[in-house]
């Protein structure tokens, strides 16, 4: 991998979080909390594979343990998209 690849990867993150945490503050809908965890963790992932990828917690790299749970939650938030979309589809227009 390339060695700029990590630091792309932080900045894209860390620039989106920021609008996915206003639209949750904004819309309190869960699916942008469950995106908004989802780039925050990526964020963690990337800045202890950058700073600190010696930390361990047992045999396995805190950044990976941080990777496993941010693919756990960006599935979360894509159910979550996938349900609002389908519900939008489904729901009659008020006349």
């Known amino acids: 991998m390339p ?3 990590p630091w792309l990867a932080l900045f894209v993150f860390a620039t989106h979080l920021p609008f996915f ?3 949750w503050w904004r819309s309190g809908e869960a699916r942008f909390a469950a995106t908004s965890l989802t780039f925050a963790l990526l964020i963690v992932t990337y800045a202890l ?6 930390l361990r917690i047992g045999e396995v ?3 990976v343990i941080c990777r496993w749970l941010a693919w756990a939650s960006a599935v979360v938030s894509i159910y979550m ?3 609002h979309t389908l519900r939008l589809k489904t729901s009659s227009p008020s006349s």
Do not use: G, K, S
């Open 61 to 63: 790299e805190l950044h």
């Open 3 to 5: 060695t700029w690849w």
């Open 81 to 83: 998209l996938v349900a």
């Open 49 to 54: 594979q950058l700073f600190a990828p010696d």
């Open 21 to 23: 945490a206003w639209r």
